[in-house]
């Protein structure tokens, strides 16, 4: 265990030292840093994809599951769609430096906010090797220094990407030790990552929700986390029923093991005898499995098949093609609901009335609130964040989508000419 | 032990109640019961002062030192002083329902961030009163609810202020529970506090090193706290001499108690014998007393009273009418002491020199960096936030002065007309 410690304090402190410099380094250099990523990305796919070879070789034998397979396998086009995500933040406004608040004092003080990077970002990552490159390429650009830990599996392919990312930025100019990856595998190794509050500044979990938990329970340095979505769509009576139907397919079926996808579907009951066949047909047809309410079932159950919805039903993130249904009498209820079971990610109204839009908005307390689209929106990308961070259910420093804005602090400025304090 | 825990779960959940409908309160009422408070802390000044006098004989009877005392003490000039910071709260513009980064995408949403309150903020502080009136009309203003557990010692004067607050504000419409006073002085009731991370999103401490300490460590909620400030005020080389004794003077005399105050002065060799003597004896007429490293004492011990440094008073943070003082031979050299001995709040330069100024604003990691300016500036009221929440010396989510703004979070707002992700 020892050397694996060892291993990582001398690689934080490095990252340390040229988080320093990284700070005060030009746009262009970063921006080069990124492209020379990218071109690095498909040039050099042959060493990348070799070592995905071996992690996935490895994985199939042990037994992994075909979805986590598919999560770890890279390939020539994964590479490429990897690459131009890095064009992407290259060509994103770089955050350091931006000033806001400005304003000169009536005693002459001219006084600023301005953005400056964190520091050091830890990154605690599960299977997925892509995590190697948003995470480092957000923090290059972003001007942190960042120490990157992926899982066991994906090994060789992460320690690959990363050598790639190290050798490409370092040679259009980012500071030696900016972005370091540690080889050690050793599980307890974490815990001692955590605790490092003195040289990591901010620690980024990204995985399923038992990392993310263990990492915020036991990190002494601020986490940001990627939440679990409980999502709602909830038409109202007065909805525009095809949207609501465009909108519910999209929201569930386009990706539905994702953060963002529809977990329920409220409907009121003014329209719910017409809407719910609209919805079910097409959900069925996609092989979604529909859990209903006692309402709902009435209305479905002759023609569909569908099963009754438990109490776990209700705030449950499926991440798969399951669906719960409920028909409720009102706004208000449905908003209660959602106050009850939704987990704060992004939750969505369905109406053609003003008043009951501008209501949902005002009082849905979610990172993301919707009228008329589907939840599969929230995603940095589609915000035009660039590659994101991850989607953030706290409230606190960074809410929904994070991108290069939310790995940066600030630090006010202050320009005087001799004032004192009277 | 349980009817304190009762109280505190009962009270914790009518904040939560509250909380729901001061999100959406309109300005005006807030404003009418910032006004009603200001206007209620001088009408009713004689239940305030009575309940603060039992607390201030106590204390003495028990030993309070001068210090202490004065801070626990009230006078009808200081809830004056209090109603007046009151009325700037409510003349600051609301941050809430601010709406920023608003744009239309290109498939047509219309996406904002949109500022929100927190929902339920706990203050845990000691023995000041005026905590209790600074911290729940900012945090009315800022649309939180607010649980508020003060200094044992200042139990009944904070129970006082907090009943005028309470009936001031319920008077002008704001719902009941928005402010709730914790009457129990349980010690280890803080501790349960610190584990409610499903009511109270935000805990605030206000106080001494070892509370600040104990809520960072045992809160699982966020912490907005204010931290140690050790203070540098660096006199370059090409400093204009006059400005560099006005502002290190300022910087130390003026209110030497806070954590703004100067500790350590730099001096740059060139010119520390003629600036040392300078500042040394304004220093002396003020009973500064000045620990100086080698050379400053070479300087200065033939004619002032000085003492030898120690190591210890490097990054010390004295909140006394004492100095560090140090000779450096560069700017680098300065940078690499701050860095080294800083606690990231305030740090200055004196300097004529364009590029020195430059550099240090940038190279310097604090809350706030200053040119030709006195330290003491770092206050939320001279920012222009009005009242603050304190002086944060972390990177995350606030740094610097704290006020309304930091109080708040974001939620975004997507307003679509049947968009689906393709």
Redesign the interface.
Same mark, same amino acid.
């Given at each position: 265990m020892q050397p694996a410690i060892d291993e990582l304090k001398e690689k934080a402190r490095a990252a340390k030292e040229a988080s %320093?410099r990284l700070?005060?380094l030009p746009t262009e250099v970063k921006n080069e840093a990124l492209l020379n990523i990218a071109e690095s990305l498909t040039s050099r796919e042959g060493e990348v994809l070799d070592a995905n070879r071996l992690d996935c070789e490895e994985a199939k034998a042990g037994g992994m599951g075909e979805a986590m397979l598919d999560r770890l396998l890279l390939t020539s086009a994964r590479l490429q769609a990897m690459a131009q995500d890095v064009r992407t933040v290259a060509s994103l406004p770089d955050p350091v430096g931006e000033t806001f608040d400005a %304003?000169v004092?009536p005693n002459g003080?001219h006084?600023e906010r301005r953005r400056?990077p964190?520091?050091v970002i830890g990154a605690i990552y599960e299977s997925r090797p892509n995590v190697t490159v948003d995470i480092s390429t957000l923090c290059l650009k972003s001007g942190n220094a960042v120490i990157l830990r992926g899982g066991k599996e994906a090994l060789r392919s992460n320690a690959a990407l990363a050598k790639v990312i190290k050798e490409a930025a370092e040679a259009a100019g980012v500071p030696q030790g900016a972005v370091q990856f540690i080889e050690s595998t050793e599980r307890a190794l974490v815990n001692h990552m955590l605790k490092m509050k003195e040289t990591i500044?901010?620690i980024i979990p990204r995985g399923g929700e038992e990392l993310v938990e263990m990492v915020t329970e036991n990190a002494t340095m601020?986490v940001l986390a990627s939440g679990v979505g409980v999502c709602h769509t909830y038409v109202d009576s007065s909805a525009?029923l095809?949207?609501a139907v465009?909108?519910a397919? +999209?929201?569930k079926v &386009?990706r539905p093991t994702v953060c963002n996808a529809l977990d329920a579907l409220l409907v009121h009951s003014d329209i719910a005898e017409h809407y719910l066949p609209l919805i079910a047909k097409e959900w069925a047809k996609a092989g979604v499995e529909m859990h209903c309410d006692e309402r709902a079932l009435k209305i479905l159950f002759s023609n569909f098949k569908v099963a009754s919805a438990s109490e776990e039903d209700w705030g449950k993130e499926f991440l798969a093609l399951i669906a719960a249904i409920k028909v409720v009498d009102s706004l208000d209820e449905a908003l209660e609901h959602i106050e009850r079971y939704g987990s704060g990610h992004s939750e969505a109204i369905i109406t053609e009335d003003y008043s009951a839009?501008m209501r949902f908005?005002?009082?849905v307390?979610?990172?993301?609130?919707?009228? +008329?689209?589907?939840t %599969?929106?929230?995603d940095g990308g589609?915000?035009?964040l660039g590659a994101e961070v991850g989607i953030s259910t &706290? $409230?606190?420093?960074a %809410?929904?989508?994070m991108g290069l804005k939310e790995l940066t602090?600030? $630090?006010?400025?202050?320009?005087?000419?001799? &004032?004192?304090?009277p």
């Amino acid at each position: 265990m020892q050397p694996a410690i060892d291993e990582l304090k001398e690689k934080a402190r490095a990252a340390k030292e040229a988080s %320093r410099r990284l700070a005060h380094l030009p746009t262009e250099v970063k921006n080069e840093a990124l492209l020379n990523i990218a071109e690095s990305l498909t040039s050099r796919e042959g060493e990348v994809l070799d070592a995905n070879r071996l992690d996935c070789e490895e994985a199939k034998a042990g037994g992994m599951g075909e979805a986590m397979l598919d999560r770890l396998l890279l390939t020539s086009a994964r590479l490429q769609a990897m690459a131009q995500d890095v064009r992407t933040v290259a060509s994103l406004p770089d955050p350091v430096g931006e000033t806001f608040d400005a %304003r000169v004092l009536p005693n002459g003080l001219h006084i600023e906010r301005r953005r400056v990077p964190l520091g050091v970002i830890g990154a605690i990552y599960e299977s997925r090797p892509n995590v190697t490159v948003d995470i480092s390429t957000l923090c290059l650009k972003s001007g942190n220094a960042v120490i990157l830990r992926g899982g066991k599996e994906a090994l060789r392919s992460n320690a690959a990407l990363a050598k790639v990312i190290k050798e490409a930025a370092e040679a259009a100019g980012v500071p030696q030790g900016a972005v370091q990856f540690i080889e050690s595998t050793e599980r307890a190794l974490v815990n001692h990552m955590l605790k490092m509050k003195e040289t990591i500044d901010l620690i980024i979990p990204r995985g399923g929700e038992e990392l993310v938990e263990m990492v915020t329970e036991n990190a002494t340095m601020p986490v940001l986390a990627s939440g679990v979505g409980v999502c709602h769509t909830y038409v109202d009576s007065s909805a525009d029923l095809e949207k609501a139907v465009a909108i519910a397919y +999209n929201a569930k079926v &386009q990706r539905p093991t994702v953060c963002n996808a529809l977990d329920a579907l409220l409907v009121h009951s003014d329209i719910a005898e017409h809407y719910l066949p609209l919805i079910a047909k097409e959900w069925a047809k996609a092989g979604v499995e529909m859990h209903c309410d006692e309402r709902a079932l009435k209305i479905l159950f002759s023609n569909f098949k569908v099963a009754s919805a438990s109490e776990e039903d209700w705030g449950k993130e499926f991440l798969a093609l399951i669906a719960a249904i409920k028909v409720v009498d009102s706004l208000d209820e449905a908003l209660e609901h959602i106050e009850r079971y939704g987990s704060g990610h992004s939750e969505a109204i369905i109406t053609e009335d003003y008043s009951a839009a501008m209501r949902f908005l005002e009082e849905v307390d979610a990172a993301c609130v919707y009228v +008329n689209a589907s939840t %599969r929106f929230t995603d940095g990308g589609q915000f035009g964040l660039g590659a994101e961070v991850g989607i953030s259910t &706290q $409230k606190f420093h960074a %809410r929904g989508p994070m991108g290069l804005k939310e790995l940066t602090t600030y $630090k006010w400025v202050i320009m005087g000419s001799g &004032q004192v304090r009277p």
